[in-house]
């Protein structure tokens, strides 16, 4: 079937779904395939409970008229979110990077929801099938659209920006993290610089950049720039760390005049992101008093720079994914908050290839310098490093441990790749 058709029936639902555990009533249902699954097999059911349609790429499963076949249903996935996304035309913000990319694309939308009616990408779908969802929301509705793209291989930003046809975009940071994907840190540079590629050419386009960044600002060279960041006087808003204890708290100025912010964020690490969603809020005309409410009130979740509060002790929870990069100003922020009674459990940085080794023994290295009160370290790789703080192979083994002994009064980071399991120590402390 043609895609302009299949749009056309699209328009009749204004719904996909691809999951028949999620079939919201007149829904399209597209049929994707995985590994261990084969979404052919699910029409039929994703008819009767509430579906209109079904798309299959499988002849043998397209028995009903209200059953399309299509020659890959994960390309027209993508086909009908890029048609989708042109038709409306919605103004969008791009967004990758290799740290943080999550959290400064919800402080983006938190911002731009102050004034407009903004859809953003949810939790991480920020793939080659997250991404052509996202989009696939839209609404005549919706003024604005943040969307977060992510990456572990080369060429994959492309595809993405092919899809979502951002106005304009920002990159976090580059950093050490999917080398076995990326193969060098210069891949990484490469993949990431893939959306200033596709921004060069287009009409109009523009991007915001952490001018602090060299690495960033040779990428980004012959793109019109809005700049941010702690250093330099040509800003567009220029940012001053003032606190992290443990919050963050900073001030930032735009046209000579500044504003105070105090978050609920951990980590001196994200005041860049937070600049970056004040950068956009300015650009797109959000009140500066608006722009600070929405940071003061944005409360972190999923693991990500969140700090919780038990009856025995203060966690930081950052354990949704760790790299070299993040790891290390994680312990940095950790090493400089005025805080005591500090104790840091970190999980195996994972995807990192030939290089694990070595990074995990820089952080082993570096935690030398630190004088936390203790240190655990989980998993395999950290195993290897010859160290002298506590190992222990995985979380349960941690959790048998706080369950004889626990930490009581302390400070705890904790930080590992999302694989490790790490956050399930919260229940135990």
Same mark, same amino acid.
């Given at each position: 079937?043609?895609?302009?058709?299949?749009?056309?029936?699209?328009?009749?639902?204004?719904?996909?779904?691809?999951?028949?555990?999620?079939?919201?009533? $007149?829904?399209? #249902?597209?049929?994707?395939?995985?590994?261990?699954?084969?979404?052919?097999?699910?029409?039929?059911?994703? /008819?009767? !409970?509430?579906?209109?349609?079904?798309?299959?790429?499988?002849?043998?499963?397209?028995?009903?008229?209200?059953?399309?076949?299509?020659?890959?249903?994960?390309?027209?996935?993508?086909?009908?979110?890029?048609?989708?996304?042109?038709?409306?035309?919605?103004?969008?913000?791009?967004?990758? $990077?290799?740290?943080?990319?999550?959290?400064?694309?919800?402080?983006?939308?938190?911002?731009?929801?102050?004034?407009?009616?903004?859809?953003?990408?949810?939790?991480?779908?920020?793939n080659h099938i997250g991404v052509p969802l996202t989009l696939l929301n839209l609404t005549e509705e919706h003024e604005m659209a943040v969307v977060e793209m992510g990456a572990n291989h080369p060429g994959e930003i492309r595809t993405l920006v092919n899809i979502a046809d951002p106005d304009c975009g920002m990159i976090t940071n580059v950093g050490k993290a999917h080398l076995e994907g990326f193969g060098s840190?210069?891949?990484?540079?490469?993949?990431?610089?893939?959306?200033?590629?596709?921004?060069?050419?287009?009409?109009?386009?523009?991007?915001?950049?952490?001018?602090?960044?060299?690495?960033?600002?040779?990428?980004?060279?012959?793109?019109?720039?809005?700049?941010?960041?702690?250093?330099?006087?040509?800003?567009?808003?220029?940012?001053?760390?003032?606190?992290?204890?443990?919050?963050?708290?900073?001030?930032?100025?735009?046209? $000579?005049?500044?504003?105070?912010?105090?978050?609920?964020?951990?980590? +001196?690490?994200?005041?860049?992101?937070?600049?970056?969603?004040?950068?956009?809020?300015?650009?797109?005309?959000?009140?500066?008093?608006?722009?600070?409410?929405?940071?003061?009130?944005?409360?972190?979740?999923?693991?990500?720079?969140?700090?919780?509060?038990?009856?025995?002790?203060?966690?930081?929870?950052?354990?949704?994914?760790?790299?070299?990069?993040? @790891? @290390?100003?994680?312990?940095?922020?950790?090493?400089? @908050?005025?805080?005591?009674?500090?104790?840091?459990?970190?999980?195996? @940085?994972?995807?990192?290839?030939?290089?694990?080794?070595?990074?995990?023994?820089?952080?082993?290295?570096?935690?030398? *310098?630190?004088?936390? *009160?203790?240190?655990?370290?989980?998993?395999?790789?950290?195993? !290897?490093?010859?160290?002298?703080?506590?190992?222990?192979?995985?979380?349960?083994?941690? !959790?048998? /441990? #706080? +369950?004889?002994?626990?930490?009581? $009064?302390?400070?705890?980071?904790?930080?590992?790749?999302?694989?490790?399991? /790490?956050?399930? /120590?919260?229940?135990?402390?």
């Open positions: 079937m043609e895609n302009s058709i299949l749009y056309n029936y699209f328009k009749e639902c204004g719904k996909v779904t691809t999951d028949t555990r999620n079939c919201p009533e $007149g829904s399209m #249902f597209i049929a994707l395939k995985g590994e261990t699954f084969n979404g052919n097999a699910f029409a039929r059911q994703a /008819l009767e !409970k509430g579906c209109r349609y079904a798309v299959v790429d499988e002849a043998e499963y397209a028995d009903a008229p209200n059953i399309f076949l299509v020659d890959n249903c994960l390309e027209t996935l993508q086909n009908l979110a890029r048609e989708h996304r042109r038709a409306l035309g919605t103004p969008i913000v791009g967004i990758t $990077g290799t740290n943080g990319k999550t959290t400064t694309k919800e402080l983006i939308a938190t911002v731009l929801q102050k004034r407009y009616n903004t859809l953003y990408t949810q939790g991480n779908l920020n840190f210069e891949g990484v540079v490469k993949t990431k610089s893939e959306l200033y590629d596709f921004l060069r050419s287009k009409e109009n386009a523009f991007i915001f950049l952490d001018k602090d960044n060299e690495v960033l600002c040779q990428a980004s060279a012959g793109l019109e720039s809005i700049g941010y960041g702690l250093e330099g006087e040509d800003l567009y808003v220029k940012g001053k760390l003032h606190a992290c204890a443990p919050f963050l708290a900073f001030e930032w100025e735009h046209e $000579g005049v500044s504003h105070d912010v105090n978050t609920h964020l951990i980590g +001196a690490y994200n005041v860049k992101n937070a600049l970056a969603a004040i950068a956009i809020g300015c650009r797109f005309g959000v009140p500066a008093e608006a722009i600070c409410e929405a940071l003061n009130g944005y409360i972190p979740s999923n693991n990500r720079s969140q700090l919780t509060e038990t009856e025995d002790n203060h966690l930081i929870v950052d354990a949704y994914n760790a790299n070299p990069t993040s @790891m @290390m100003a994680a312990l940095e922020n950790f090493r400089l @908050m005025e805080v005591e009674h500090k104790v840091a459990v970190l999980g195996d @940085m994972k995807e990192l290839g030939e290089g694990s080794l070595d990074e995990h023994r820089k952080i082993v290295a570096f935690l030398g *310098e630190c004088g936390f *009160e203790k240190v655990i370290l989980v998993g395999a790789e950290f195993g !290897k490093a010859n160290t002298n703080f506590e190992h222990y192979p995985d979380v349960e083994a941690v !959790k048998a /441990l #706080f +369950a004889e002994n626990k930490p009581m $009064g302390k400070f705890v980071l904790i930080k590992g790749s999302n694989s490790m399991k /790490l956050f399930n /120590l919260k229940e135990v402390l």
